[in-house]
């Protein structure tokens, strides 16, 4: 329970968000503290603030991520993909720069940039609408909303993202703070990571437990709920974990800046991670560090009421609303 991690002197809110690039604009406005994100609207983020706004502080979840296109597309192979429509979350998000890179690299351009494939960034709800109307073509998605393309949408898996990359791991979602409030509240941020790492270890050690907390919170937040065995199709795509997977995110960061997000110097993202303080949570549970410690962050705190703000995201809520079960309300 986060709340109960935090004690009573700390207010934990939730905002919610459609994707990425939203959330990265209000961790910048000094709207939250910390937030749930994925690797490229982190990347844009830190470079935006030359640094000043974006910490990965913990990883949260490997995988998840799919291609999937409707089965009367005529999709069936890389070489099919000319001339048709496609849809990611919004624009610069994690999975949309997936699918620029993987275009790309197959030999096409978007029409933007002088080719003859459409991209459209679609809010997640919004996608499996136009999968039912055939006005897309396909969609590269985070889960649970590509199993749900696939039983609802009457979608099949085109690619499922890890096998573009070794060992089939990547980072889907890590954890995002803003360096001052690390700074000046490392004792929130321990006990914030400590429930963070025990909740991972709990969901991946009680799944069946964990995806109907996931339900219970999803109709919290939404009034609705994801039939069973959808969620675990989709799930079994996705891996937990605190681990940031750090070289992961660098590959995403040079993806973005190839296809042209990221401007015309290639980004310096030596200061972007500060995994020190979720080594001490590792160290003192027994557990695997991860990554290599830098940007030394001091533990004492000052004890303050000052409030941590994360957020549900809509396009990962079987992040998030698992995370939500155990008290991110």
């Keep these: 329970d986060y709340q109960k991690a ?39 983020g830190y470079i935006v603030s030359e640094g000043n706004a974006v910490r990965v502080i913990s990883g949260v979840a490997s995988g998840g991520a799919v291609f999937i296109v409707r089965n009367d597309s005529g999709i069936q192979s890389s070489k099919d993909l000319g001339g048709k429509k496609f849809a ?12 620029r890179k993987y275009l790309l690299d197959n030999g096409y351009k978007t029409k933007d940039k002088g080719g003859n494939v459409e991209i459209l960034p679609v809010k997640n709800p919004d996608i499996l609408t136009l999968f039912l109307k055939k006005e897309i073509d396909g969609a590269w998605v ?6 749900k393309l696939i039983k609802e949408g009457n979608g099949k898996l085109f690619l499922d993202e890890r096998t573009l990359w070794p060992g089939g791991k990547f980072v889907t979602a890590n954890i995002v703070v803003n360096p001052e409030y690390l700074s000046n509240n490392p004792d929130v941020i321990k006990k914030f990571l400590e429930a963070h790492v025990n909740e991972t270890q709990w969901i991946n050690s009680h799944k ?12 919290k937040l939404t009034g609705q709920t994801i039939p069973e065995d959808e969620l675990k199709e989709a799930v079994s795509r996705l891996e937990l974990t605190y681990d940031p997977l750090k070289e992961t995110l660098i ?17 310096d ?18 557990l695997q560090s991860v990554g290599k410690e830098q940007n030394q962050t001091s533990t004492t705190g000052n004890g303050s009421s000052t409030a941590v703000t994360t957020y549900l995201r809509n396009d990962q809520a079987y992040i998030e609303a698992i995370y939500g079960g155990a008290g991110v309300q």
């Excluded at 937030?35 to 490229?40: D, E, K, R, S």
């Excluded at 990611?88 to 699918?99: E, H, K, R, Y």
């Excluded at 995403?252 to 110097?265: H, P, Q, Y």
């Design 251 to 267: 590959k995403s960061a040079n993806d973005a800046f190839e296809i042209g997000f990221l401007g015309k110097t290639k980004p």
């Design 6 to 44: 935090l004690g009573d002197n700390i207010e934990l809110k939730s905002l919610t968000f459609n994707a990425g690039p939203s959330a990265t604009e209000a961790l910048l406005a000094n709207q939250i503290d910390a937030t749930y994100i994925g690797p490229n609207p982190t990347v844009n």
């Design 88 to 99: 990611s979350p919004q624009i610069g998000n994690t999975q949309d720069v997936a699918l």
């Design 208 to 219: 069946e437990d964990a995806l109907k907390t996931f339900n219970v919170e999803l109709k």
């Design 269 to 286: 993202l030596g200061g972007i991670f500060d995994v020190n303080i979720l080594n001490e949570v590792l160290k003192e549970k027994g």
């Design 142 to 147: 985070p889960e649970p909303w590509g199993e």
